[in-house]
């Protein structure tokens, strides 16, 4: 119930409906879901306030010290905040897991049971238009402007870059 109806982007979760924590998962890194976002905060942490401290504890293992995060979806908050090292830093840390790797560089998912099934596209086109790209994500608030961390991977060597603010990632 307090997913439903989430600013921004959205896959349009009802009340009531049933989806795995991984359609979640594809749902917040393909589609921006900010309403699941919500739902796998509550689910895996109890609530947004709990969540968040996780989400804040974890950057700073990763030693980004120059963020702070208010909410799990990432849009507008005066206290929300962080730095393109930062997010670097937390991707570094995300892409030495298997299951986020395979995820972010999906094209599309298809999420949901009978009449609420879709199907949602991944938002990063760096994905089909720069070789060896193979993820991350997108991001777009009127506070932030269009960001971008994106990924690729070439000779063997995987390299991460992080755009904030410019209007033609």
């Known amino acids: 119930k307090e997913a439903v109806g989430i600013e921004g982007s959205s896959v349009y979760l009802i009340e009531g409906e049933v989806l795995t924590l991984s359609e979640l998962i594809y749902a917040l890194l393909l589609s921006s ?3 699941a976002a919500v739902a796998i905060a509550i ?29 799990p979806h990432g849009l507008h908050h005066p206290n929300h905040y962080t730095t393109a090292y ?22 599309k998912a298809r999420i949901g049971e009978g009449e609420s099934a879709r199907v949602i596209a991944n938002k990063n ?30 000779n063997g060597m995987q390299l991460i870059a992080v755009v904030l603010n410019h209007g033609d990632m």
């Open 43 to 71: 689910h895996t942490a109890g609530s947004i306030d709990a969540f968040v401290e996780k989400m804040n504890e974890k950057a700073v293992e990763c030693g980004a010290v120059n963020s702070n995060f208010e909410n």
């Open 33 to 35: 879901a900010n309403d």
């Open 125 to 154: 086109k760096m994905l089909h238009l720069y070789d060896g790209a193979n993820g991350v994500k997108t991001g777009y608030t009127k506070n932030s402007g269009r960001c971008l961390v994106s990924s690729a991977k070439r």
């Open 86 to 107: 930062d997010l670097a830093l937390i991707t570094a840390e995300a892409m030495k897991n298997s299951y986020f790797r395979t995820i972010i560089s999906m094209q």
